[in-house]
């Protein structure tokens, strides 16, 4: 009788718990269901990286929400024969675009395409060429063939977007010599959101800011500025204005009664690349009231005269301080351009021929000419952030004086840590590439060379002019400006691109390419930001800013533990599991023993 009301205690027990564990189980079914119903009215998404890789800006969201059409990508960056660093960046970019599919829906769609999976050569190269017309540039990599040699490969790193017919390349690979692979890499990744929005923005963008490049003081010419002028239009519509002393060249007038007008710029931004000749004081004031009404101004402008021409038909030149009369408006802002010139050990190279005078053939050889330093972008800014070096042409320093609450200022190329200034008349002579640099003579480091100014700007002409002419209806004079910027860059020849000459006219080369070297320089990504950063008040640039850090094994520990390590790594998980399994069996076993 005892056994049998035991064995009774003991079923009653199991049947007990057998409805526990099934009342549980249907709670936890409910429990999910109603956590995805949740999910379903109230939309959320958890960033647990530190850097916040994941998470994307709110000018990112707004603007795949309010798409109204399939914006589609085609990205060439895929096969089983990619280097494990193009796979990584291959893997971000499909992580940022499902990002992107999260908020923008059916609105966004896209297609990875492996350019090499075709077996037929000749269609291959058919494609590759194809693609390079469209303005996606490949990069080839060396890899073990099945015999053991060694082949290249063509890999592509962009692709194409398309939206409303529209069509635009897009390059996701940074890849500049100077900086190690694994930076390239993560500037690569840090930059995708950006890239992508970027091409959004110029496939969506109905209507096109006008900017303006002034002319009428010798400053660079269409055939100098053509390269960039290409690359500008498929954001803005570009004009080349004179200002020629007349009061609504940069702004017009509407007329809404008699009484009532208003005045408004023509356009977004000028720029002011390299002039010459002397400014009239109307012409500088048409400027200065253009900034004030909210204009934005690119400057490029060195301090000093020298240039590489004369230097072909005489055995030096000397570098003069120029009468642009300009300076007294650039102090009023807030900058000052120096009449000197740097050098940098961190420099370019130029040709020069060694062949003995009067020989019937030249012999060019390369040597490294200080006189063309290598600036160094600023990490601190979305302008100048992950960029290559950028090329300069005697450029001169900058300082900011008398700057006000109301002015933020931001250097964003600056020399290395080896330079130096020489202040003008400067005497300039190809002689000097036979002696050697001493980079202790060159002590100056990290010399501004370009500047952002933001805020609001006092008038140059504040208190300077009669007052029956700043009260005058047509004028409208404004003391301050509105909240505004600038960009003020000592040296003219970072936007001037290098002409060919032939009989059927000039052909513009690539701006950012060395066209001795074939090195790639940053000059015309750093510019394209630059005009971006002014006229696009949206802050889509600020993206740039995104600061993924760059986690790598230390290859000092590493050494000589490598087994160890691998061997770490492989059992210590099992034992972790094993550990795990061993003390849910002696919890259970003491539970239902």
């Excluded at 890999?155 to 194409?160: A, N």
């Excluded at 600061?547 to 087994?563: A, E, Q, V």
Aim: hydrophobic share 40%; glycine share 4%; charged share 25%.
């Amino acid at each position: 009788m005892f056994w049998i009301a035991e064995n009774g205690k003991l079923m009653k027990q199991m049947k007990t718990l057998k409805n526990k564990t099934l009342i549980g189980f249907v709670l936890l079914i409910v429990f999910i269901i109603l956590i995805n119903f949740v999910g379903e009215l109230f939309f959320f998404r958890i960033d647990l990286t530190s850097e916040k890789r994941y998470t994307l800006s709110e000018i990112t969201t707004q603007k795949l929400e309010n798409l109204d059409d399939i914006v589609f990508f085609k990205i060439y960056l895929e096969g089983n024969e990619l280097p494990p660093d193009i796979a990584k960046l291959r893997k971000s970019v499909e992580e940022m675009l499902n990002e992107f599919r999260v908020y923008g829906g059916e609105n966004i769609a896209f297609e990875f395409i492996n350019p090499n999976e075709n077996e037929n050569k000749k269609a291959r190269n058919k494609l590759y060429k194809e693609l390079i017309s469209r303005g996606i540039s490949p990069i080839t990599v060396q890899d073990k063939d099945k015999e053991g040699g060694i082949s290249q490969k063509v890999i592509f790193t962009g692709g194409l977007a398309y939206y409303k017919g529209r069509e635009i390349p897009i390059e996701f690979l940074k890849n500049n010599p100077h900086y190690p692979p694994e930076q390239n890499l993560n500037s690569s990744i840090e930059d995708i959101e950006f890239t992508l929005m970027s091409a959004i923005r110029s496939l969506s963008h109905d209507g096109k800011d006008k900017i303006a490049f002034i002319e009428g003081q010798g400053e660079l010419s269409k055939e100098e500025t053509a390269d960039i002028v290409k690359s500008l239009s498929d954001f803005y519509d570009i004009e080349r204005v004179k200002i020629d002393e007349k009061i609504y060249a940069l702004s017009t007038r509407v007329e809404r009664d008699s009484n009532n007008w208003a005045s408004f710029n023509k356009y977004k931004a000028i720029i002011i690349a390299n002039p010459t000749k002397k400014f009239s004081e109307k012409d500088k004031f048409i400027i200065d009231q253009f900034l004030m009404n909210g204009g934005r101004i690119l400057w490029l402008q060195n301090g000093t005269t020298a240039n590489m021409d004369s230097l072909a038909y005489m055995p030096f030149s000397m570098a003069m301080i120029p009468d642009l009369n300009i300076q007294d408006q650039l102090f009023t802002y807030g900058v000052r351009i120096n009449p000197d010139i740097i050098q940098d050990v961190q420099s370019a190279s130029i040709p020069v021929n060694t062949a003995p005078i009067g020989s019937k053939y030249p012999n060019f050889k390369l040597f490294r000419w200080p006189f063309f330093p290598l600036a160094n972008p600023s990490f601190k800014h979305s302008i100048s952030r992950n960029l290559n070096l950028i090329k300069t042409e005697f450029p001169s320093s900058i300082d900011t004086i008398g700057i006000r609450k109301a002015i933020k200022r931001t250097f964003l190329l600056h020399s290395s840590n080896h330079a130096k200034i020489l202040n003008a008349p400067v005497r300039i002579s190809l002689a000097s590439i036979n002696m050697p640099i001493d980079e202790n003579i060159y002590t100056k480091k990290y010399i501004p060379i370009a500047c952002l100014l933001e805020g609001v700007f006092t008038s140059n002409f504040k208190g300077r002019i009669d007052k029956s002419l700043t009260q005058a209806s047509a004028i409208k004079f404004m003391e301050h400006s509105v909240n505004t910027k600038m960009i003020v860059i000592s040296d003219a020849s970072i936007i001037r691109n290098n002409v060919k000459r032939g009989a059927n006219g000039y052909t513009p080369l690539p701006l950012e390419i060395d066209k001795y070297t074939h090195q790639v320089y940053g000059n015309k990504t750093f510019l394209i930001n630059a005009i971006n950063y002014l006229c696009d008040d949206s802050g889509i640039l600020n993206m740039r800013a995104k600061d993924f850090k760059i986690r790598m094994l230390d290859d000092i520990k590493l050494k000589g533990k490598t087994l160890s390590w691998e061997i770490l790594n492989l059992i210590l998980p099992i034992i972790i599991v094993l550990l795990i399994g061993f003390i849910i069996f002696i919890i259970r076993r003491k539970k239902y023993n």
